[in-house]
């Protein structure tokens, strides 16, 4: 058990339809990740967290897609009108500032049809 | 172009082998983590390093970071060792992000 928690574990959507992503962070790390993963390819950062505040983007991360994490705890991860390419591992990892150091959890395995 | 290159894709072998998987990097690093991840997904921090050797049970770590190269041995291969290994790179900056490699699918028969 990392102490990283992401729900659901997995979840199969209609295309066009909206889901959400929650990740429960270690509760003293102010760093929160999402990182994106496709069958046989490693993980592709997404976008990241420093407390609540969203200080990158990447560009894999098209306008259908937005995180929040309101209070600098938890962070949600929504997709919009979604196509069956969102099909992926999505992953959260949370980290300390400084240490280079990132935990993750079991990632919620989205499959679109 | 991934950043961070590994190989074998993919690597099988008998139980109680040798095994080595590499990793190498394009760019100046802070650090390199090797990551262990299994059929369900999750993603478990196997070592952590800048330079020099690490090693944990059966597992060693190395990076030379001249060579931008690092490798993960594992001596006396078990099939339980079967899953997914990781190499990502923590670069400088302050994001503090990882970039992965694409992974290297181990298989270890009895």
């Known amino acids: 058990d990392t102490g990283v928690s992401q ?16 990740c429960d962070p270690i509760s003293e790390h102010n760093r929160l990740y999402w990182y994106r993963q496709t069958l046989g390819q490693g993980p592709e950062f997404l976008t990241y967290f420093q407390n609540e505040a969203q200080l ?15 209070k600098g705890s938890f962070s949600t991860l929504e997709i919009q ?8 591992m999505y992953l959260c990892a949370s980290s300390l500032v400084g240490t280079g150091v990132a935990f993750f959890g079991q990632g919620t395995r989205l499959t679109v049809v | 172009k991934n950043e961070v290159e590994q190989s074998p894709q993919n690597l099988t072998a008998q139980e109680g082998e040798f095994i080595t998987i590499n990793c190498s990097y394009s760019v100046g690093i802070s650090a ?68 992965f490699g694409q992974g290297t699918r181990l298989t270890i028969n009895p």
């Open chain 1, 7 to 22: 729900n659901p574990r997995h979840k199969i959507t209609k295309r066009g339809q909206n889901v959400t992503f929650r």
């Open chain 1, 56 to 70: 990158e983007k990447s560009r894999l991360l098209s306008d259908r897609f937005s995180a929040e994490r309101p």
């Open chain 1, 81 to 88: 009108r979604t196509e069956q390419g969102d099909s992926a």
């Open chain 2, 32 to 99: 390199l983590h090797w990551l262990q991840q299994h059929p369900g997904g999750g993603i478990v921090s196997l070592f952590m390093l800048s330079s020099g050797k690490k090693k944990h049970g059966r597992l060693i770590a190395t990076i030379n970071i001249q060579e931008k190269h690092s490798s993960l041995h594992i001596t006396a291969s078990h099939p339980r060792d079967s899953a997914v290994y990781i190499c990502a790179a923590l670069y400088r900056g302050g994001a503090q992000k990882l970039v």
